[in-house]
């Protein structure tokens, strides 16, 4: 709409502009984009099972205690999410993205990488749980802010790499679900997701994966998903699964932090050298 004009002491105002771009196309979904739809879904079944176990726990017996099986189903969909989210971004580059592809996509990922996890946490250890609840909501509103945050950077910020700065928030929502499944609710294992928060908007570069590096992001899912199932359905060896494959995934996104520390000093010392 144009500004107003003034003639012989009325307001003379333009009809407004109609849109001008493709609006039609922007409501067009492409193949990236239903699997970022699927994300979204996968990460709203996740917190709805477990509301439901909560829920139906409580009002059977008046007390909630975790079910393996139902936080192993959680885990499970969250970990088809992130199937669907490193695949969308291929598909598009592949095929074609729609005009809203980026959106959705970050959009999908607050839901299951921000909300999910976050929600996690709460049934985690906010019911009989030794700490406080508001250490816990804090906790886990840590989680959600940093994944938002985490986001909307990467939307805004590239780095000259072509890497991701901090860590990515579906590698983030593994680190807290590895912590969740591997520790009880402690101060020392709050710290930890503290930490996890942190690390998602940090400057730390994470790599992208590309290549055999996305060929083996998606194994390793896959093997996830597999000690999940057996580790659930009360299998032999189920615990002994979930407790290595939770410490590999502390330890992968612990140790690339290191690494770049490791790097910069070593860094500063030959420029040390070399200015003497």
Excluded: H
């Excluded at 739809?37 to 007390?63: C, E």
């Excluded at 940093?146 to 590698?171: H, N």
């Excluded at 590999?248 to 140790?255: E, G, L, R, T």
Aim: glycine share 8%.
């Amino acid at each position: 709409m144009t500004a107003p004009d003034i003639r012989a002491g009325t307001w003379s105002v333009e009809e407004e502009e109609e849109p001008i771009g493709p609006v039609g196309k922007a409501f067009r979904l492409s193949a990236a984009d239903l699997l970022s739809l699927g994300n979204a879904l996968s990460g709203f079944l996740s917190v709805v099972v477990l509301a439901y176990s909560a829920i139906d726990q409580l009002r059977m017996t008046g007390k909630f205690e975790p079910d393996p099986r139902f936080f192993g189903t959680a885990v499970v969909l969250l970990l088809v999410g992130a199937t669907c989210d490193l695949f969308d971004g291929l598909v598009a580059r592949r095929f074609r993205a729609s005009a809203m592809g980026a959106e959705l996509d970050n959009l999908a990922d607050v839901i299951s990488f921000g909300f999910a996890p976050a929600f996690m946490i709460v049934i985690w250890g906010g019911f009989d749980a030794p700490l406080p609840l508001w250490l816990v909501l804090a906790a886990a509103a840590s989680v959600l802010l940093a994944g938002v945050t985490r986001l909307a950077r990467f939307a805004c910020v590239k780095t000259k790499s072509g890497d991701f700065m901090g860590l990515p928030i579906p590698m983030g929502a593994m680190t807290i679900v590895s912590i969740v499944l591997l520790f009880q609710p402690t101060i020392w294992t709050i710290l930890g997701i503290f930490a996890t928060s942190y690390l998602m908007i940090s400057r730390i570069e994470y790599p992208k994966p590309k290549g055999n590096l996305a060929a083996v992001v998606l194994g390793w899912m896959m093997i996830n998903v597999a000690c999940l199932t057996i580790w659930a359905a009360g299998l032999p060896g189920g615990d002994q699964l979930i407790q290595v494959g939770a410490i590999m995934q502390i330890a992968i996104v612990s140790a690339i932090p290191l690494r770049v520390l490791m790097f910069k000093r070593a860094q500063r010392k030959e420029r040390r050298a070399a200015d003497s």
